[in-house]
């Protein structure tokens, strides 16, 4: 089973945040700049933060989880939007690492 997660993250060192971009990128979909829906499996989670913990300045960098729970079809009731309403894709299959 999958579950919708909320990823954002702030990271002090430019090199760092490309490399935490490109990582989430393999992961979820973009919403903001430093923030990705992400629909992830168990396993797929465990191989996220693996990478991300490999990645991040544990003193500087902060990343958080948001789990908004199960992937049943109840995703776009979990968010309000003012302004430009939230398009979301497919749920995303693959997993680039």
Same mark, same amino acid.
């Given at each position: 089973?999958?579950?919708?997660? $909320? ?6 060192? /430019? ?15 973009? *919403? /903001? ?15 996220? *933060? @693996?990478? *991300?913990?490999?990645? $991040?300045?544990?003193? @500087? ?15 776009? /009731?979990?968010? @309000? ?17």
């Amino acid at each position: 089973m999958r579950s919708c997660y $909320i990823v954002a993250y702030d990271i002090s060192n /430019q090199k760092r945040l490309r490399q935490v971009h490109r990582t989430l990128q393999g992961y979820g979909e973009s *919403l /903001q700049y430093s923030v990705f829906l992400c629909l992830l499996s168990a396993k797929e989670k465990v191989l996220l *933060l @693996e990478a *991300l913990t490999s990645i $991040i300045n544990h003193k @500087e960098d902060q990343v958080m989880f948001v789990n908004l729970g199960s992937t049943d079809g109840r995703i776009s /009731q979990s968010f @309000e939007t003012l302004g430009k309403p939230l398009t979301l894709k497919a749920e995303r299959i693959a997993v680039i690492v």
